[in-house]
T-cell receptor
Framework: QKEVEQNSGPLSVPEGAIASLNCTYS??????FFWYRQYSGKSPELIMS????GDKEDGRFTAQLNKASQYVSLLIRDSQPSDSATYLC??????????FGAGTILRVKS | ETGVTQSPTHLIKTRGQQVTLRCSSQ?????VSWYQQALGQGPQFIFQ???????GRGNFPPRFSGLQFPNYSSELNVNALELDDSALYLC?????????????FGPGTRLTVT
């Protein structure tokens, strides 16, 4: 099975700072990439999808994709304590199957 | 728009028993995927159902089986439960045949096997 790697963290940032979350993947043919947020004891919530190289912005979130480097990142601007959660990177394999990383724990300190 | 729902929320079973988990897809979606999430890990793909047929399977043994119904809802069945089957079981719905590949998760079923 193809792999998706994330730093497990925790990543600690002060309130108002930019949080940068990174993900690398092994399957060169992957075309679809996703970021999910998961609060403790809850299910994953889709926050961003990205299919093309470059940046995609949605509110305080920016996803960045570099297929040549097999690298996906998520930037969270003006981080809030409510952003504290585990962030899961997911890559879609052939057959619309999502392969997830183990997640990065983000802690935003007020 | 109705989101993805799952039942039951929590379940406790004994090793060797069988369990059935249920999922209703989001309105307008025709595909259901099931995932298993162990504590501290990312979700692992079990299988996907589209047009009432299994449409891809992960590295799970045959005692994990499923169904999809004409209304696109789905069941996950697990026979001969093992202690390692204790996990959060997630279903995700999506719309196959579109250019949107996003999958949306339900709240999950927490299964504990003792």
């Amino acid at each position: 099975q193809k792999e998706v790697e994330q730093n497990s963290g925790p990543l600690s940032v002060p309130e108002g700072a930019i949080a940068s979350l990174n993900c690398t993947y092994s399957d060169r043919v992957s075309q679809s990439f996703f970021w999910y947020r998961q609060y403790s004891g809850k299910s994953p919530e889709l926050i961003m999808s990205i299919y093309s190289n470059g940046d995609k912005e949605d509110g305080r979130f920016t996803a960045q994709l570099n297929k040549a480097s097999q690298y996906v990142s998520l930037l969270i601007r003006d981080s809030q304590p409510s952003d504290s959660a585990t962030y899961l990177c997911a890559v879609m394999e052939y057959g619309n199957k999502l392969v997830f990383g183990a997640g990065t724990i983000l802690r935003v300190k007020s | 728009e109705t989101g993805v729902t799952q039942s039951p929320t929590h379940l406790i079973k004994t090793r060797g028993q069988q369990v059935t988990l249920r999922c209703s897809s989001q309105s307008g979606h025709n595909t259901v995927s099931w995932y298993q999430q162990a504590l501290g890990q990312g979700p692992q793909f079990i299988f996907q159902y589209y047009r009432e047929e299994e449409n891809g399977r992960g590295n799970f043994p045959p005692r994990f089986s499923g169904l999809q119904f004409p209304n696109y809802s789905s069941e996950l069945n697990v026979n001969a439960l093992e202690l390692d089957d204790s996990a959060l079981y997630l279903c995700a719905s999506s719309l196959s045949g579109s250019s949107n590949y996003e999958q949306y998760f339900g709240p999950g079923t927490r299964l504990t096997v003792t």
